[in-house]
T-cell receptor, first 115, second 110 residues
């Protein structure tokens, strides 16, 4: 059984387009995250949701809009895509926050290429 | 902000031991995680330290010194499948996120 799943796995699109990435977890976790991993492999938090409520918005451009319809889903919509948005986007979930010692489970990633 | 430093690359021989160091500077420190990430795959959890000392888990061990802002991940009896990136991440008591270092790429050679 897949714990954290993301779709699509690969996304190639042109500048200026709008795209969405979907994430689902079947672990019963209350907290979900979006991370961006750039070409230098640096993994940076973008958003965190707890019980469908936005907890962390890490100064991400407002072209990025997360949406959590329920605790098991956290989607990421990106407007007006730019070349610099090319990266791998990881969804993750955890039972509670890492500050309480809880590990995060990551999805397989979505490799976004903007041309 | 948080400064998390770890070496960029390390190379070791199959069967050997490798130690990956991580230093951090953060206020309100409340725990350090190590994750493993194979090329093209998702990070997976390896260990968590919040108190000083050594945590052993099979071939992998993780050490923490809070007073020195220092941790290491020790990989013993290296296998080819241990070739991966190892990410150090810290969390704070008044925060709800993980802050990752840039990762250390370990290459195991036969």
């Amino acid at each position: 059984d897949t714990a954290v799943s993301q779709t699509p796995k690969y996304l190639v699109t042109q500048m200026g387009n709008d795209k969405s990435i979907k994430c689902e977890q079947n672990l019963g976790h209350d907290t979900m995250y979006w991370y961006k991993q750039d070409s230098k492999k640096f993994l940076k938090i973008m958003f965190s949701y707890n019980n469908k409520e936005l907890i962390i918005n890490e100064t991400v451009p407002n072209r990025f809009s997360p949406k959590s319809p329920d605790k098991a889903h956290l989607n990421l919509h990106i407007n007006s895509l730019e070349l610099g948005d090319s990266a791998v986007y990881f969804c993750a979930s955890s039972q509670e926050f890492p500050g309480q010692g809880y590990e995060q489970y990551f999805g397989p990633g979505t490799r976004l290429t903007v041309t | 902000g948080q400064n998390i430093d770890q070496p960029t690359e390390m190379t070791a021989t199959e069967g050997a031991i490798v130690q990956i160091n991580c230093t951090y500077q953060t206020s309100g420190f409340n725990g350090l995680f190590w994750y493993q990430q194979h090329a093209g795959e998702a990070p997976t959890f390896l260990s968590y330290n919040v108190l000083d000392g050594l945590e052993e888990k099979g071939r992998f061990s993780s050490f923490l010194s809070r007073s020195k802002g220092y941790s290491y991940l020790l990989l013993k009896e290296l296998q080819m499948k241990d070739s991966a990136s190892y990410l150090c991440a810290v969390t704070r008591s008044n925060d709800y996120k993980l802050s990752f270092g840039a990762g250390t790429t370990v290459t195991v050679r036969a």
